[in-house]
């Protein structure tokens, strides 16, 4: 309660700075004009120095203070380039703000900055303050030299080594990963100097290179004890208290669908054919609101995570396992607590009545998407006598699935094509094989059946008018749109209409389907889209052409639908009062921009992650001759996928055949004299020639 009057006291010394009737004056003055209390201006002064720290007032040379917007500054977050300017991104700026290296003073990637605005037309500008260093501490790669040293950071973001001086590297020798915190900013003279806090390990032990990435991005290493007490009271069966006031589905025949290692299981499915003709799909989540409680430390814990993280041999959960793996997934054979989204659909695939309700379920069985995929596909499967009871619902789960995804295909829903790399490693965390991860007809199932929850849900909620977390996607920009039309021109295609309806990409990738630069366009127009986020606010989803849409089916390793759940829950039960709704509209803004965040972290993660094993993977193979396709074609080089998306360039300086001009236009390279070229979709045979385990770079040279 205190907390609360303290910010509130705080805003209202904000609004007062940022009325247009301001005029820039002391503290003191401002204390007087607000008829501050004596004995409270100690506290009053302390709230100035917060609000000036935090980025959000300007104290000038001569001590007065003024809002940051009159005076042309900006907050933003800062992105460094190993070339030593950057970007800083910020809200109200539809493009991220360009900064010249004169001017990025000692700004870090990651750190929250002041920025002034210097010209609006170019988006250049250049940092004033920092308000807050994005990285706790910086990975890094320490190399020894005399009695002191320099740590080579993991983030080739930042543009220079750090220097450690003698005595501060805590021991560490060449080659080990450690922690450097930064004690004495760099300039364009020098290099910014630091020590070494924590040695993670030698570089090429065993699981160093996980931790690095663990460590890189903060991510949590296991559950405070406090957690791990709570979980202690709570059951490992489901109990008849907690049945009661629930409907009793456990009669209804249903189905998990998931891959073979999957341990965490969210959602369970159910399919039957009405009378009428329609199709009746259930779609069962884990309950899991029922266990993490508001204000509990299994949720502050889970709303500070924000989401399960999968790196490539190892999950780091939102929830410990005993919920995860436990009494919350929906484990075949076992009772569970669940939330339900049961739907009738017509044969156009419109929703014609829907039920959201609070149920007890029991899956009958766990299927995996393989055997699913082998059912439906092969007539000889051996899996069709031992599910012979399921196998009829499996046909009119594909049947349903056919129907969905014709619906939104109508619609203008954008269908990207891309390879995801499965990475297999072994008991030590070592890659042993890389494969294409496959997307066939089961996995489609359960994508559709999700997404037609996901935006009943979300449509449910917004007609009744209460605070709800949304899952929006917003149109792209003009200037990348133009771009893009630039871009796809040069091979001959053109987008029709405009860029405020998804049906236009979806167009334009249906005809380049199957052609050579079909994984260039593809890529290049996801490039052009913006990313999705969560928002308190409805909006539509441009990609999925959707005007509602929420994340409703994955409570176990996401928290936006953690967090509605909760509300769905109390919504259903009549404990929704109008406290608990302005609880929740006045927190949801804050969860959904904290939950974006953290989800961007996971991605880039999981992607640093899978460039190390990938690498790791490739480095005993260099010297072998691969098969592969161009995937894309740049000013500095050429960049060739193989079969199992592993992905090298070929250095321009590199191909020694012929002097090759770059058609940018075209994406291609042209020999001079033999007229040879290189273009997007070429089959190549390329000689793995370097990998650099440090930088995850993989480097071919084209076989002659």
Request: proline share 3%; with cysteine; net charge negative.
């Amino acid at each position: 309660m205190e907390n609360n009057l303290y910010d509130e006291r705080k805003e209202k010394i904000l609004s007062f700075i940022k009325d247009k009737e301001y005029k820039p004056m002391r503290a003191k003055h401002i204390a007087e004009f607000m008829q501050v209390p004596a004995q409270d201006r100690d506290m009053f002064y302390n709230m100035i120095d917060e609000l000036a720290q935090s980025g959000d007032i300007i104290i000038t040379q001569k001590g007065k203070i003024n809002d940051i917007a009159r005076d042309n500054l900006y907050k933003g977050v800062f992105k460094g380039n190993p070339k030593g300017f950057g970007f800083v991104a910020a809200e109200g700026f539809e493009e991220e703000i360009f900064i010249p290296a004169p001017f990025v003073k000692d700004a870090l990637h990651k750190d929250k900055v002041l920025f002034r605005l210097t010209d609006r037309e170019k988006y250049e500008g250049e940092i004033v303050k920092i308000l807050e260093r994005g990285m706790k501490h910086i990975v890094a790669t320490y190399e020894q030299v005399k009695n002191y040293g320099f740590a080579v950071p993991d983030e080739n973001k930042i543009a220079n080594d750090i220097f450690i001086p003698a005595g501060k590297s805590k021991g560490a020798v060449t080659g080990h990963k450690v922690l450097v915190k930064i004690t004495k900013p760099g300039d364009k003279n020098s290099s910014p100097e630091g020590v070494v806090t924590e040695i993670i390990g030698h570089m090429n032990d065993p699981g160093v290179d996980m931790l690095s990435v663990i460590y890189r991005y903060d991510l949590p290493l296991d559950f405070p004890d406090r957690v791990y007490g709570e979980t202690k009271n709570i059951s490992d069966t489901v109990t008849e208290e907690e049945i009661f006031g629930r409907e009793d589905l456990r009669a209804v025949t249903m189905v998990t669908i998931d891959g073979e290692d999957a341990k965490d299981l969210d959602d369970a499915v159910s399919v039957e054919k009405l009378d009428n003709g329609n199709y009746r799909l259930g779609v069962y989540i884990a309950d899991v609101s029922h266990y993490v409680k508001e204000g509990s430390a299994l949720d502050k814990e889970a709303y500070k995570r924000g989401t399960s993280v999968y790196l490539t041999d190892r999950v780091i959960p939102m929830l410990p396992h005993k919920l995860s793996n436990g009494i919350c997934s929906l484990n075949e054979g076992e009772d569970r607590l669940s939330l339900c989204c049961i739907m009738e659909i017509d044969k156009k695939g419109d929703i014609v009545s829907h039920d959201i309700k609070k149920a007890v379920i029991n899956v009958n069985r766990r299927m995996s998407y393989n055997v699913v995929y082998d059912i439906l596909t092969n007539k000889d499967s051996e899996y069709i006598e031992e599910y012979s009871d399921l196998v009829p619902m499996f046909k009119e789960m594909e049947d349903l699935r056919n129907i969905l995804k014709e619906k939104r295909s109508k619609r203008g829903a954008i269908e990207f094509k891309s390879d995801e790399a499965k990475i297999v490693t072994d008991e030590q965390g070592k890659p042993v094989d890389i494969i294409k991860r496959e997307r066939n007809v089961a996995t489609s199932i359960i994508e559709e059946f999700m997404l037609a929850a996901n935006e009943t849900v979300a449509e449910h909620f917004y007609w009744l008018d209460i605070p709800f977390v949304y899952r929006i996607h917003e149109e792209p920009d003009e200037e990348k749109f133009e771009r893009l039309k630039r871009f796809i021109g040069a091979f001959g295609y053109v987008i029709k209409g405009n860029s405020k309806h998804p049906k236009s990409y979806s167009q334009l990738l249906a005809g380049i389907e199957n052609t050579p630069e079909e994984l260039l366009i593809n890529k290049m127009t996801l490039r052009s889209m913006k990313q999705a986020k969560y928002t308190d606010k409805s909006d539509k989803h441009f990609g999925l052409a959707a005007r509602y849409y929420c994340h409703f089916t994955s409570p176990i390793r996401r928290y936006p639908d953690l967090q509605i759940h909760r509300i769905i829950s109390e919504y259903l039960d009549g404990r929704l009062t109008e406290k608990r709704t302005e609880h929740y509209a006045k927190m949801l803004a804050e969860v959904s921009r904290l939950c974006s965040e953290n989800e961007r972290r996971a991605e880039e993660a999981e992607k640093e992650a899978d460039k190390y094993k990938i690498a790791e993977y490739m480095y005993s193979r260099v010297g072998q001759e691969f098969e592969g396709i161009i995937s894309s074609v740049t000013s500095w080089g050429i960049y060739v996928e193989l079969p199992n998306t592993v992905e090298g360039m070929v250095s321009v300086k590199d191909i020694t055949d012929d002097n090759y001009e770059f058609d940018e236009e075209r994406m291609r390279y042209i020999g001079i004299v033999s007229h040879k070229t290189y273009t997007v979709g070429d089959k190549v045979k390329v000689l793995l020639t370097r990998v650099s385990l440090e930088a995850r770079t993989i480097d071919f040279e084209f076989v002659k």
